[in-house]
């Protein structure tokens, strides 16, 4: 039986970037921040790929800064009642169903995913149940709803150790939604998997011909590539991880020059782990590519001081995840964390 495996085109418009604030605005944004952090007992949580001075603001108010997973055990595990989520919505809602007791609240919720964006909950559950001998594993990068459908919800740092798991138990696989990851995951395992085929806005647009000409710029330099790339461009790689490995590596490498494919946001933090090292955004630009994203998540950017700074003042703000829907994909949230800490 042919298989058509479906692909959804993200059609609706990119948020408008925001606009330069002065640097007087921003000391006052950031005071009142903090003022209100201590107030509401409250703390940051920061992704890495939202701009340099969030996660600067987080890491210094006693906040953190790290991947979509653990953001979430961070904010599980800390005293503060109110969580506030600076990313993208995916990351608000994991949060709130690991912490359901804590208010957790995001700067907008109108941050998204083009990966969330690209697997609704409905289409893919019909997909799902086209094939129901099939174990459902599903990319942290989803709505709430798409992972209460699934049997596991996986980071891009576990996700080969998960699904070789799985093969070696016999288990045959639906993988959503990035199609890249995904075929990454399917080249290093072996797995029988069937792929969605959505994709990343940002990683997408790394092309192997434009990263290829880099590469002869900057011959002796080390490429660190997220698989949520294409897979030309993961075969240009010297390091192939999640944002945490690729972290890791640009601190381990002896290469003083480093090539980045993925979100520059990274850069804050990679700099940290290795200051010493010149680090190099891999193209986004030149033939063949578009630069929708110029290596920048347009969602992530909407994550801004100014916004922060009156998060307690607006409506709007909330993260709220369905009972029923929080019931059921805490099951596959557990299984992640469980794997993780076995």
Same mark, same amino acid.
């Given at each position: ?44 949580? @920061? ?14 108010? +006693? ?16 005293? @503060? ?55 459902? %594993? ?6 709430? #709803? ?16 998960? %699904? ?5 138990? +016999?288990?045959?696989?639906?993988? @959503? ?44 330099? #080390? ?50 782990? #290795? ?10 630009? +030149? ?7 110029? @290596? ?47």
């Amino acid at each position: 039986m042919s298989v058509v495996l479906p692909k959804f085109e993200i059609d609706v418009p990119l948020p408008v970037p925001p606009k330069p604030v002065a640097e007087a605005d921003k000391l006052k944004y950031r005071t009142k921040i903090i003022d209100a952090l201590k107030a509401h007992n409250a703390v940051l949580i @920061a992704h890495y790929y939202t701009d340099p001075e969030i996660q600067a603001l987080a890491e210094e108010t +006693g906040g953190f800064v790290g991947d979509s997973l653990e953001m979430a055990k961070f904010g599980a595990r800390h005293d @503060a009642q109110t969580l506030i989520i600076a990313g993208v919505k995916f990351m608000g809602e994991t949060a709130k169903i690991l912490s359901p007791e804590k208010r957790v609240i995001m700067p907008t919720l109108e941050a998204t995913c083009s990966l969330d964006l690209g697997c609704p909950a409905k289409e893919f559950s019909e997909f799902c149940d086209q094939y129901p001998d099939r174990t459902v %594993v599903v990319y942290a990068n989803t709505s709430a #709803a798409v992972k209460a459908r699934a049997d596991w919800v996986i980071t891009s740092s576990i996700a080969v150790d998960v %699904v070789e798991h799985l093969d070696k138990q +016999g288990e045959k696989l639906i993988w @959503a939604p990035d199609r890249h990851l995904g075929q990454y995951i399917k080249n290093k395992t072996g797995a029988d998997m069937l792929l969605w085929q959505g994709h990343c806005i940002v990683h997408d647009e790394f092309k192997f011909k434009a990263l290829e000409q880099t590469i002869a710029l900057h011959p002796d330099a #080390a490429v660190l590539v997220h698989p949520e790339s294409p897979d030309s461009v993961i075969q240009l790689a010297d390091v192939v991880g999640s944002t945490s490995q690729l972290i890791k590596a640009a601190r381990e490498l002896e290469q003083q020059k480093l090539i980045i494919a993925t979100d520059k946001g990274i850069f804050y933090k990679m700099q940290q782990a #290795a200051p010493d090292k010149e680090l190099i955004i891999a193209p986004t630009a +030149g033939e063949g590519a578009t630069c929708r994203s110029c @290596a920048h998540c347009p969602w992530m950017k909407m994550n801004v001081l100014e916004n922060l700074s009156s998060i307690f003042e607006r409506k709007g703000v909330d993260v709220s995840v369905d009972p029923a829907i929080a019931e059921k994909a805490l099951v596959p949230l557990r299984k992640m964390v469980e794997f993780v800490n076995s």
